[in-house]
């Protein structure tokens, strides 16, 4: 860490070593068989741009997380997060999982709580409760016309996997300088749009019963 780390409370330095022990993909905690899920990553330098920053990333309630590359302050650092998807009623849910970005300067946090999924639209809606007990668009899918599922359907154990890969996240429009402004970073500290993480979601289901 940086100079800003020196003013690092007991408390913080503690949720730090929790957030950034893992330091190779082995340390990435591994889904459960057959839970569906979302993976995460952010892309490669993201984590260190947020540090240079004084700005770090990690998960709450259900979801795990890990960390690829040398640390997150490197060049090829990436954040794998690991989130439980709980339904899909109303686009694929991940009640009870949150991201954190946490301003190791003022001790100020921002939680993405409960990210909802919204394939039709593009978008996944977080509550952020610092700002709005309101779910809003906080990451764009920029590529989520191109989304294909690959369904595979196996006979022997009657699951059904269906699954999305490589959805592009970037922050929406007006996120970066919302986070910015509660997370009390400078303003432009993050660029409007930023490229922020690719996604998978693997989804499990009971193959339904020939009538």
């Given at each position: 860490m940086r100079k800003t780390a020196k003013r690092i409370t007991g408390l913080t330095a503690a949720v730090l070593i929790a957030a950034s022990a893992g330091i190779s993909p082995a340390n990435a905690?591994?889904?459960?068989?057959?839970?569906?899920?979302?993976?995460?990553?952010?892309?490669?330098?993201?984590?260190?741009?947020?540090?240079?920053?004084?700005?770090?990333?990690?998960?709450?309630?259900?979801?795990?997380?890990?960390?690829?590359?040398?640390?997150?302050?490197?060049?090829?650092?990436?954040?794998?997060?690991h989130v439980p998807v709980t339904g899909t009623k109303t686009g694929v849910e991940h009640v009870g999982s949150n991201i954190v970005f946490f301003n190791t300067a003022n001790n100020k946090q921002v939680q993405l709580r409960n990210p909802l999924i919204d394939l039709k639209n593009g978008v996944i809606n977080t509550v952020i409760p610092q700002s709005s007990n309101q779910a809003i668009a906080t990451l764009a899918?920029?590529?989520?016309?191109?989304l294909k599922a690959k369904v595979t359907n196996d006979r022997k154990t009657k699951m059904r996997t269906t699954a999305y890969a490589g959805a592009k996240l970037s922050l929406a429009p007006g996120i970066a300088a919302a986070l910015a402004s509660l997370l009390g970073l400078p303003e432009g500290s993050l660029p409007e749009g930023l490229a922020f993480a690719t996604a998978d979601v693997t989804l499990y289901s009971k193959i339904p019963a020939k009538k």
């Open positions: 905690d591994a889904a459960k068989p057959g839970q569906s899920m979302t993976h995460i990553k952010t892309l490669a330098g993201i984590t260190a741009t947020l540090e240079n920053a004084g700005v770090v990333i990690y998960v709450q309630g259900g979801a795990t997380a890990g960390v690829m590359g040398e640390s997150i302050g490197s060049s090829d650092g990436q954040m794998v997060m899918i920029t590529n989520g016309s191109e």
